[in-house]
């Protein structure tokens, strides 16, 4: 069905016992190594799967201590496309995703249309309405955000973990830099965006059962919301000025500027006026208005531009033919540090 492409899938192991081993026998036939990356579980999932599992393509590999989800996930990778794989696509082990769903992640990538391929859960508007509502708001705030710092405005789920990726991508971005833990999905799709990959998303329905989140919200706010800001200032600078120059990296230049000064000009004089009792001139607050309305209207430009600018040619075709050729340079690795 895929030609020649050689396919594992990547299952990190934390806390996954009771639900594991039912995902590993629901994968396809399609899929030639199943990678099992116990990281650090408290509840030895690598060894229940090495005692009760009798599919020989599976390859269970321990980590020490626990590095997060993207760690165990990045372990897998490695190990993948150590062994000559060309596709690894990353199923949780909770039992959440479909494994059957797995031929559907890897189409677009077989046929040249993307490098990296979603799940969407928001696709079907019934399976939305079966989602537990804190998820659906949680995931619609981390959504937006997402979308601002990868710049994959067309994305509708960025923060879902079931995915597929060509490992030759890997040679395009600096995987030992991409977070470990739970911002693992959004960094390494900023990374992707740096090196112009293809992202298509692909409906699925999520399965919510018994299972049990370690992901804790008060834990992760703050990491996330640096990270979002991290990445939307070093992508704005690498896309727009570092790598290319356009009318989107004038808007931006003038625009927040003029935007910014105008509110601190329009609030300064507004407080002046209230602790003088003296009311601003009609000149000052003309000004005011019209360095906020004239950068705002630079910055939607701004912000319209880059919601178009989304990568459409897929990159790992080219790669293929020309093996050695390399997209990175000096200038990208520097500003990842």
Known sequence: MFG??????VIPCYRVTSHVLGVINAIPSEVDAIYCIDDGCPDGSGDVIRMACRDPRVIVISLEENRGVGGAV??????????GYDVAVKVDGDGQMDPSLIPNFLHPIA????????????????????????????NAVLSFLAKFSTGYWHLFDPTNGYTAIHLRVLDLISLDKVADRYFFETDLLFRMNIARCVV??????????????????????????????????KRLFYSYYLRGFNIASLQILVGLPMFLGGVIFAGHH????????????AGTVMVGALLIIAGLQLSLAALSYDIGDVPRDAIHPVMLENPAGKRTSVAEESIFE
């Open 74 to 83: 990045k372990e897998g990778y490695l190990a993948a496309r150590a062994a």
């Open 200 to 233: 298509r998303e692909i409906p699925m329905v999520a399965r919510y059962a018994d299972e049990k989140s370690n992901l804790r919200i008060s834990r992760i706010i703050i990491p996330f919301i640096g990270g979002h800001v991290r990445n939307v200032i």
């Open 111 to 138: 046929t040249g249309l993307a490098d990296y391929t979603k799940g969407n859960r928001f696709f079907s508007i019934e399976d939305v309405r079966a989602m537990p509502r804190h998820r659906i708001v949680g």
């Open 270 to 281: 507004w407080w002046l006026s209230v602790t003088n009792d003296t009311p601003a001139t």
């Open 4 to 9: 020649k492409l050689r396919i594992a899938v």
